[in-house]
């Protein structure tokens, strides 16, 4: 029987207007906008429907002519995390960042393969046919741990949107994000081949796991070629966009991973193209409506029933891997030398998981039909639980952290009740007929400062040498920067145009310090002051970006940055129709 489109256009009529409602009663709950849209989706989905008896709104037919839709959202996802992996970026954090990223997933992968490996083997005592007992656990212990290393990198891209999240610890999650993804599918496909399919050549997995790569690689250096002979930002859209269609085309007539080739994309065109961030900018332009449709479609295909079903391997699970990502987290930043906010809060934004561990599951299904859909059903059931509880700990971890301003947790209600809507509505159009009409907003100038600052900033030590300095410099998109002893407390502002004429002979700049370079800055504004008060400031300063925000009673204690950037942006937000 041949599909109707009047049910697809109705799916994603019903997909579309279902978000609208999810995401704005998830701001009116203070929750990210990605659970709305995920609990939206789970109430329409034939899950929801086969447990409550209700008709669904959303048919599996539907959701299986809406998975392109899906995939490309997903690729484009992992365009984004692959543009994190900057060379100027990775030069910065040097092996620090692989440190980091090594022990938080062994911790991770460790935490559940032995507590799921030793569950079954001492308490559950599921035997696969063929094997026995110790083989059967090490079989669950080893996949489950590969497949926790997973993270979701949709919810976390969508929750640090959503939030405007900006600074170290938010460049760091992204990062790391990537990195377990492309860790999780390369240590997934070796103990499948290593496991199940001893017999099959070693030439086999090296084409599964490094031809995603290179299709990948070349086609982000062919866009970034053509790139170059583009000037419209409609032209990058449609560049980036065809890039990414080519990209998963070839991905699926080949049978390789799709989610590796966007990634390696992503890698390569941010390093090689001159012009990828505008085509980032311009990306988001357009970008929002499918990753809208993505989480609704993802909580439409979650298995409500499969819960109750994952029992105390499922348990175990979902704790071992909450406990390897948070401590996992703290540990890993030791070992990198990051600081107390990258390990303290990263491991709560790595909690997400979804689109990664459910292919993998069911890869494994093919490959291992008895135990493949036991652990199926596991990844699941957990899936349901770290989709629905991951965003919020991604909000959480940055809050936290000090780089969500508190505006963008302030403006989630709609600005005018549907009565007051109502009445903007016909007072518009009774001015569009000719009749005078108007209405007033609050003064966006009376908004403080402390309300659109950065808490988490980027600092430099006092004793941090000239060649270090250039060093960090050269990697930071700032032009100012901070400058605080050993006990945190300001000293002065570097300014890079100040010294980025000054020369020193090699022997004098072992000898300079940032303690040399820092000047006391006059032009600072305190947390309690308004906006409007602020501006004056930045129209003395004009050639000044970023302004440190001082405690008026502790003039040496730096509470955060406010850019003006973010103050234009605050204007426009509440601008006075």
């Given at each position: 029987m041949p599909f109707d489109p009047l049910l697809l256009l109705s799916g994603i009529s019903v997909v579309l207007i279902g978000s609208l409602l999810g995401g704005r009663l998830a701001a009116l709950c203070r929750l990210p906008r990605v659970t709305g849209y995920l609990l939206v989706g789970l109430l329409m989905g034939p899950s929801f429907a086969r447990l409550t008896g209700l008709p669904e709104l959303v048919s599996s037919t539907v959701l299986e002519e809406m998975q392109i839709l899906t995939d490309v959202a997903l690729m484009l996802i992992l365009v984004n995390i692959g543009g994190q992996f900057q060379a100027e970026t990775l030069r910065r954090w040097g092996r620090r960042i692989i440190f980091f990223s090594l022990a938080e997933i062994a911790l991770t992968f460790f935490s559940v393969a032995l507590l799921c490996g030793l569950l079954n083997q001492y308490v559950v005592g599921v035997v696969m046919p063929g094997q026995q007992l110790w083989q059967t656990s090490l079989f669950f212990g080893v996949f489950l741990g590969t497949i926790a290393i997973a993270t979701a990198p949709a919810a976390t891209l969508m929750v640090i949107r959503e939030y405007e999240a900006d600074g170290p610890t938010t460049n760091t999650v992204l990062s790391l994000v990537g990195l377990n993804n492309l860790f999780s599918i390369f240590a997934f496909g070796i103990a499948a081949h290593f496991l199940l399919k001893p017999a099959e050549g070693v030439g086999q997995l090296l084409f599964s796991l490094f031809i995603p790569l290179l299709i990948g690689g070349a086609l982000g250096f062919l866009i970034s070629i053509w790139a170059e002979r583009l000037e419209q930002s409609s032209e990058f859209k449609i560049l980036i966009l065809s890039g990414v269609a080519v990209s998963a085309a070839i991905s699926f007539k080949l049978g390789i991973d799709p989610l590796l080739t966007g990634l390696a994309l992503g890698i390569v065109l941010s390093n090689s193209s001159p012009r990828w961030h505008r085509m980032q900018t311009a990306l988001r332009e357009v970008d929002y409506p499918l990753y809208v449709v993505f989480f609704v479609i993802a909580g439409a295909n979650l298995h409500i029933e499969s819960l109750p079903h994952i029992g105390l391997l499922g348990v175990a699970y979902v704790l071992a891997r909450t406990f390897g990502k948070l401590f996992g987290a703290v540990t890993g930043a030791r070992f990198g030398g990051f600081g107390r906010n990258q390990g303290g809060y990263v491991g709560m934004a790595l909690l997400s998981q979804a689109g990664v561990a459910i292919g993998l599951a069911s890869y494994l299904i093919g490959l291992w039909p008895e135990g493949g859909g036991l652990l199926q059903t596991i990844i699941l059931g957990a899936v349901i639980v770290f989709e629905?509880?991951?965003?919020?700990?991604?909000?959480?971890?940055?809050?936290?952290?000090?780089?969500?301003?508190?505006?963008?947790?302030?403006?989630?209600?709609?600005?005018?009740?549907?009565?007051?809507?109502?009445?903007?509505?016909?007072?518009?159009?009774?001015?569009?007929?000719?009749?005078?009409?108007?209405?007033?907003?609050?003064?966006?100038?009376?908004?403080?400062?402390?309300?659109?600052?950065?808490?988490?900033?980027?600092?430099?030590?006092?004793?941090?040498?000239?060649?270090?300095?250039?060093?960090?410099?050269?990697?930071?998109?700032?032009?100012?920067?901070?400058?605080?002893?050993?006990?945190?407390?300001?000293?002065?502002?570097?300014?890079?145009?100040?010294?980025?004429?000054?020369?020193?002979?090699?022997?004098?700049?072992?000898?300079?310090?940032?303690?040399?370079?820092?000047?006391?800055?006059?032009?600072?504004?305190?947390?309690?002051?308004?906006?409007?008060?602020?501006?004056?400031?930045?129209?003395?300063?004009?050639?000044?970006?970023?302004?440190?925000?001082?405690?008026?009673?502790?003039?040496?204690?730096?509470?955060?940055?406010?850019?003006?950037?973010?103050?234009?942006?605050?204007?426009?937000?509440?601008?006075?129709?």
């Open positions: 629905l509880v991951g965003p919020l700990a991604v909000r959480h971890g940055l809050v936290l952290a000090g780089e969500v301003p508190i505006i963008s947790l302030l403006q989630k209600r709609a600005p005018l009740g549907t009565m007051e809507g109502l009445h903007h509505v016909i007072a518009h159009f009774r001015g569009a007929l000719g009749l005078p009409a108007g209405h007033r907003l609050d003064d966006p100038g009376d908004m403080l400062v402390k309300h659109i600052m950065r808490r988490n900033v980027e600092t430099v030590r006092n004793n941090t040498r000239y060649n270090e300095l250039l060093r960090l410099i050269a990697h930071s998109r700032y032009d100012r920067f901070p400058v605080v002893d050993d006990a945190g407390h300001y000293i002065g502002m570097i300014d890079y145009t100040d010294i980025s004429t000054l020369l020193f002979e090699p022997s004098l700049a072992q000898l300079v310090v940032a303690s040399d370079l820092a000047a006391p800055t006059s032009h600072t504004v305190q947390p309690e002051e308004t906006l409007r008060e602020a501006m004056e400031t930045m129209q003395m300063n004009r050639n000044i970006s970023f302004f440190p925000v001082i405690d008026p009673e502790h003039p040496q204690e730096l509470l955060g940055i406010l850019s003006k950037n973010d103050v234009f942006a605050a204007f426009r937000r509440l601008e006075i129709e």
